[in-house]
């Protein structure tokens, strides 16, 4: 399998940053919100998708 340098690169530093955190999924996900909040950008929050579940199991309650 071929090495790719940018992919290590960015796993490397994907490591490091979660380590900075000491791997706790909760504390990236504040720190990552705490930089959204700063970066003044505008977040567009849009409604969810009709999953396949969804699909399905509209079909079947039509089908009663």
Do not use: C
């Not at 969804?54 to 009663?64: A, G, P």
């Amino acid at each position: 399998m071929l090495q790719d340098e940018i992919v290590e690169e960015i796993h490397r530093i994907r490591d490091e940053y979660a380590k900075s955190f000491n791997y706790d999924l909760n504390a990236i996900f504040a720190d990552l919100r705490k930089q959204q909040a700063e970066s003044g950008r505008e977040v567009v929050k849009l409604p969810p998708k009709r999953g396949l579940t969804s699909r399905w199991s509209e079909r079947s309650q039509n089908s009663r």
